[in-house]
């Protein structure tokens, strides 16, 4: 065979190689990437976060040197329960008379932390304790039932009626007028008077009841 019938078969053999080559390519590149390239879009949320707020009770008395408690006096926000002693919602006073004016303590009860209160009650303990006051001593037993207690909230009155009523058949919470916003304050006035009923044999005593304001969100 001459070479001049050799040479058109070899152009003819030339592209057709070329072409296998390029879809070779095209079908590697495929299998490399999955798909053909086009429109993309997207959007990366960096900023998800979430937190707790704090709900934190504070009692305070009013006048020119006030005396706060906080409920993280109890140890901190995890235990959130004190007791405070500085502050006597009876007023204190070891010289009280029946029918003589009433002792009156002023206080107002304040959300010290980021988050509303859903509920705010009062709970009177379950018992008015009676015990001798000084060295001379009455012979009563009831000193609890002849001491009138007035609490008042603004215009609302929370509770009228004696300490051993309060101890006794409102031994449960009270539901206050108002459950605060974080940051707002209630305030409260509590009145204390020694019955007019009272003779001598209440002389010398005193009483004690404890009382607990409580938050909830």
């Not at 502050?87 to 932390?113: E, H």
């Not at 988050?115 to 015990?131: E, N």
């Not at 009228?160 to 009270?174: E, F, K, P, V």
Request: hydrophobic fraction near 45%; glycine fraction near 10%; charged fraction near 5%.
């Amino acid at each position: 065979m001459s070479d001049s019938a050799a040479a058109p078969k070899r152009r003819h053999f030339a592209p057709t190689v070329l072409l296998a080559g390029l879809v070779g390519t095209v079908l590697l590149s495929l299998s490399l990437t999955g798909t053909l390239s086009g429109f993309v879009a997207s959007i990366t949320n960096s900023a998800n976060t979430a937190a707790s707020g704090s709900l934190v009770m504070q009692e305070q008395t009013t006048g020119a040197a006030p005396v706060t408690c906080l409920s993280t006096d109890g140890g901190s926000v995890s235990t959130n329960s004190a007791t405070c002693s500085t502050i006597n919602k009876f007023g204190g006073s070891t010289v009280m008379v029946p029918g003589g004016p009433a002792v009156t303590t002023a206080i107002t009860i304040k959300n010290a932390g980021s988050v509303a209160a859903r509920t705010f009650t009062l709970t009177p303990g379950a018992i008015c304790t009676q015990s001798l006051n000084g060295a001379q001593n009455g012979t009563a037993t009831d000193l609890c039932a002849k001491l009138n207690v007035v609490i008042t909230s603004g215009a609302t009155t929370v509770f009228t009626g004696s300490a051993a009523t309060l101890a006794g058949a409102l031994a449960t919470a009270i539901t206050m007028p108002a459950a605060p916003a974080a940051g707002a304050s209630v305030p409260f006035t509590i009145a204390v008077t020694l019955d007019t009923s009272a003779g001598n044999t209440y002389q010398g005593l005193a009483a004690s009841l404890p009382l607990t304001w409580t938050f909830a969100s």
